[in-house]
């Protein structure tokens, strides 16, 4: 696959660069390199390769469907992923695994609405009759399967809600503690500062009431030579 996705970027940049370009092969290709990149759950290329396809075709219910699907699955691995970390010996912030949870509920949420769109087969209908590009793909969507995919996407975020809501307090709780620790650090750098401007400040006192001593005792030297 990753050898494919080579020969596909290749093509693709030899036809963007061609002076008599095509939109409809730019499409197909485009499509083969987001399969391969899905394949090799290069989640976050796969979908930026089929929204830049989404430019060319903004009504290709075939690019929506995958694009959807690549948000879902995308989702999905993360999670998998996330729940190995959590059961390794490695501990893992709370603020990382805040940030792994925010991105898994993005890509849920923007599946979800894909598909809520997709599950409507009067937009469909109407989408695909309005661009000739998504006609070239013969791809008819089945409303009832793009149902059953936000019931998925549905019941992943309900089963994720709990732990990461947990886990947003857990993060607030952990920047709390590093404002403190902090603010600790701070205060123990002042303290120090202080405490070695004050030892400064005593060595100088000191050495000047010994320049003031020395003087006083050469004095009373001098007067008992003269006495």
Same mark, same amino acid.
């Given at each position: 696959p990753a050898i494919s996705i080579k020969h596909y970027e290749a093509a693709l940049n030899l036809m963007t660069s061609s002076r008599h370009e095509d939109d409809s092969m730019r499409l197909f290709v485009m499509? +083969?390199?987001?399969?391969?990149?899905?394949?090799?759950?290069? +989640?976050?290329? #796969?979908? &930026?390769?089929?929204?830049?396809?989404l430019h060319i075709a903004p009504q290709c219910q075939l690019l929506w469907h995958d694009l959807a699907i690549a948000h879902e699955d995308g989702a999905v691995a993360s999670l998998k992923d996330l729940h190995?970390?959590?059961?390794?010996s490695a501990p893992l912030p709370a603020s990382r695994k805040a940030q792994i949870l925010r991105s898994i509920v993005a890509d849920l949420k923007q599946a979800d609405s894909i598909f809520s769109r997709l599950s409507d087969p009067q937009h469909a209908e109407a989408a695909i009759a309005s661009d000739s590009l998504a006609n070239l793909m013969k791809f008819k969507g089945d409303p009832a399967k793009?149902? &059953?995919?936000?019931?998925? #996407?549905?019941?992943?975020?309900?089963?994720?809600?709990?732990?990461?809501?947990?886990?947003?307090? =857990? /993060? &607030?709780? /952990?920047? *709390?503690?590093?404002?403190?620790?902090? =603010?600790?650090?701070?205060?123990?750098? *002042? *303290?120090?500062k202080q405490k070695e401007e004050e030892a400064k400040k005593a060595q100088e006192e000191a050495e000047k009431r010994k320049v003031v001593l020395f003087a006083e005792a050469e004095e009373k030297t001098k007067q008992a030579m003269e006495d």
């Open positions: 499509l +083969f390199i987001a399969n391969a990149q899905h394949s090799l759950q290069r +989640f976050g290329d #796969c979908k &930026k390769t089929l929204q830049q396809a190995k970390q959590l059961q390794s793009a149902q &059953k995919h936000c019931e998925r #996407c549905h019941h992943v975020l309900e089963k994720t809600k709990d732990d990461f809501e947990k886990t947003l307090v =857990e /993060e &607030k709780q /952990e920047e *709390e503690e590093k404002k403190v620790q902090l =603010e600790q650090m701070a205060k123990r750098l *002042e *303290e120090q």
